[in-house]
């Protein structure tokens, strides 16, 4: 590899590549391709839909023994340094990064899928079925995802922080398998094509489906019609805000960014409380929690196998869920790992399940409520109203029955630019350090690469909302979820040997007069 080039086109050209070629033809028979593509997703469902839910199970058991068994006290690098950021600090930056701008898209509407087709037995619109949905909202934001998005992330960052190895690569962490051929060969090649597929292709996803949050509320705000010109707008401002932040790096930009972003989401939700339903919310949230507790098990491993009919919404679309999380558990992972020296492999697994979920949780619980409530007395039609095309429409029709509607909307649109922001930016950040050549373990992602990322990732969504083929893509991006359910299981045997071999819990831990609370160690860029 020439040490000089900037980026590693052994990996990238291949991946940008063949994500051109899958973009053309979606964009030509956007319809055609969307019904295959279904059709090969509902045949997928049909098969393996076990082998979703227990992937899911699996990755929290796997989380739950790497956190309490000897290899929980393992230090991400020297045990004698310090985190490079706060707990809360950290904590915000694995939230922002976890939850993005997905939960204010499927916080306040998703519980009105469930209430409009819940499983057989119950009655749609029911009090039952809308309970059912919020609870269901919340356990899709639960423990299962979590540990999806975590579990590839003790290999990496074993190999990045303790092995010191030069490049942060799934192939890398998979090289005490593989051997040193198959790693520097085809097999390593492959594996790091994967990952700029799933992530170049998720990242085009999520900003062209983030957008209508964003221009829907616009829209209602300012009295004006949704056009391509108005979602155009909203992209470059978002290309802007999370290439500056990733531009200037995890310390300086995403690390301000995210935790900016937990205390504004914070005002926003005493504001709903307070100036809102909040008595109701607060019950309907103890309800919510209290079906989730008792469904749970019910909700992980459903398959509605004893029904002959056709799927319920719960039951394909946590197959899709789980699928489309895996597409993201590489990038998630990655991240994680960059992010975690000095860390213990307790302190991260956990950290990623126990965060992210709790503010999934309490969002869902009040935007959510604000829903239901809006909904139960009658003020919005609600569940008639999403069954629309224009279902993010609705979020700001909700948003205009509180008091000060307009502020409302304006700080809702905030949160949800700024959770975007962070998910794009440590997205452009991970993948220019996956493909830069520079030492990973010394240096950040070279800046200008960042940018070059943040391009290409920005003209195949602008380029498919424009022309279509961004529906179609979505479901690809489901379905390459598939191998990296293999590559997942294959990272973890990969940290528990590299573990093992240098018995790591005897030598790589800290002492027991160190303190597990650290203060922040100031990083500078070395881009």
Not at 367 to 380: A, E, F, I, N, S
Not at 449 to 458: N, Q, S, W
Request: charged share 15%.
């Amino acid at each position: 590899m020439n040490k000089n080039r900037l980026i590693d086109n052994r990996i990238f050209m291949p991946a940008l590549l063949i994500i051109i070629a899958i973009c053309i033809p979606l964009a030509l028979y956007e319809e055609k391709s969307l019904n295959a593509l279904n059709a090969v997703f509902t045949y997928i469902v049909e098969v393996f839909s076990w082998g979703y839910l227990w992937y899911g199970v699996l990755l929290v058991a796997a989380a739950l023994y790497f956190s309490f068994s000897r290899y929980g006290n393992i230090v991400l690098g020297d045990p004698k340094e310090k985190p490079q950021f706060t707990l809360f600090e950290y904590a915000s930056i694995l939230i922002a990064m976890g939850i993005g701008s997905t939960i204010m898209r499927t916080g306040m509407l998703q519980w009105t899928s469930v209430a409009n087709n819940p499983p057989a037995g119950v009655e749609a619109g029911s009090a039952e079925a809308i309970l059912m949905g919020n609870s269901y909202s919340m356990f899709l934001w639960g423990f299962q995802v979590f540990a999806i998005f975590v579990m590839i992330a003790p290999a990496m960052a074993y190999v990045l922080h303790v092995k010191k190895r030069p490049l942060m690569r799934i192939s890398e962490a998979a090289r005490v398998i593989l051997g040193d051929k198959l790693t520097d060969g085809w097999a390593g090649r492959i594996l790091d094509i994967l990952f700029l597929l799933s992530i170049l292709t998720g990242a085009a996803v999520t900003l062209g489906l983030g957008a209508p949050i964003v221009t829907y509320n616009l829209s209602k705000l300012l009295n004006i019609e949704v056009t391509f010109g108005l979602t155009i707008i909203v992209t470059i401002v978002w290309v802007v805000l999370f290439s500056i932040s990733a531009y200037l790096g995890v310390d300086k930009g995403i690390k301000r960014l995210s935790t900016f972003n937990i205390y504004l989401a914070g005002a926003f939700a005493l504001f709903i409380l307070l100036f809102g339903p909040g008595v109701f919310i607060l019950n309907y949230f103890t309800d919510s929690i209290s079906y989730l507790a008792a469904n749970y098990l019910s909700f992980s491993l459903n398959t509605d196998a004893v029904y002959m009919g056709e799927a319920s919404h719960i039951q394909s679309n946590t197959v899709f869920w789980f699928a489309y999380s895996a597409t993201w558990a590489m990038l998630h992972s990655v991240f994680a790992a960059r992010i975690s020296k000095g860390r213990t492999v307790r302190e991260m697994i956990l950290t990623y399940l126990l965060a992210p979920t709790l503010l999934s949780w309490i969002a869902t619980g009040i935007l959510g409520g604000l829903g239901v409530h809006r909904y139960l007395t009658g003020q919005l039609p609600i569940l008639d109203m999403v069954k629309g095309d224009e279902r993010m429409a609705v979020i700001p029709e909700i948003l205009s029955t509180l008091p000060l509607g307009g502020l409302a909307i304006v700080v809702f649109i905030i949160v949800a630019l700024v959770f975007l922001t962070t998910t794009l930016d440590s997205t452009t950040y991970t993948v220019a350090a996956y493909t830069s050549t520079k030492d990973m373990s010394k240096h950040e992602p070279p800046k200008s690469l960042r940018i070059v990322v943040a391009g290409v990732i920005t003209a195949i969504a602008l380029v498919l909302m424009r022309i279509g083929g961004l529906a179609p893509l979505e479901v690809i991006s489901g379905l390459m979820g598939l191998p990296i359910i293999f590559i997942t299981f294959l990272m973890l045997y990969a940290a528990k040997k590299m573990m093992d071999n240098d018995k790591a819990w005897l030598t790589n831990v800290r002492e027991k007069k160190d303190s597990i609370k650290r203060e922040p160690k100031d990083v500078s860029s070395n881009s």
